[in-house]
């Protein structure tokens, strides 16, 4: 035991006590099951005010295509299509029954949406502050107010 209260205190002294680095990796896992798909969008940028002319599609070859088949860029006023992608189908806007070039709030996007259901709460919760809200659905054209 006298060994022992002489060994230890030299065993601490030579070898201490030593501290280690260790580098953690972190993998973030995503929920493939609740991410949403993407479309993409025929966009002019000229026209980004006026969702009727920007529509989206399930796959890059439909919209290429469609900017393709419908660009017009050497004419004035002509679309002048690139393809983008985005992760929502729906925008909520003012409807033209509240617009004014005053106040300019049709370029306004309010809200995008993946799903319908989701655009809908939005205009129900933000419906008292705006009397014409309307959804648009971007892949088929059709607008809901």
């Given at each position: 035991?006298?060994?022992?209260?002489?060994?230890?205190?030299?065993?601490?002294?030579?070898?201490?006590?030593?501290?280690?680095?260790?580098?953690?990796?972190?993998?973030?896992?995503?929920?493939?099951?609740?991410?949403?798909?993407?479309y993409y969008q025929a966009f002019d940028e000229n026209w980004a005010d006026d969702p009727?002319?920007?529509p989206v599609f399930e796959t890059n070859a439909e919209a290429e295509e469609y900017a393709k088949?419908?660009?017009m860029g050497n004419f004035?006023?002509?679309?002048s299509y690139e393809v983008r992608v985005i992760d929502y189908r729906y925008v909520v806007r003012v409807g033209f029954?509240?617009?004014?070039?005053?106040?300019?709030?049709?370029?306004?996007?309010?809200?995008t949406a993946?799903?319908?259901?989701?655009?809908?709460?939005?205009?129900?919760?933000y419906s008292s502050a705006h009397s014409d809200?309307?959804?648009?659905?971007?892949?088929t054209g059709r607008q809901y107010e």
């Open positions: 035991m006298n060994k022992m209260k002489y060994l230890l205190p030299l065993l601490l002294a030579l070898g201490g006590c030593t501290t280690t680095t260790k580098n953690i990796k972190f993998a973030e896992t995503i929920d493939l099951t609740k991410t949403n798909a993407v009727t002319i920007n088949r419908n660009n004035a006023g002509g679309h029954s509240d617009y004014t070039y005053a106040n300019g709030s049709w370029n306004d996007i309010l809200h993946y799903d319908f259901n989701d655009a809908n709460e939005y205009v129900v919760e809200l309307v959804i648009y659905d971007l892949k």
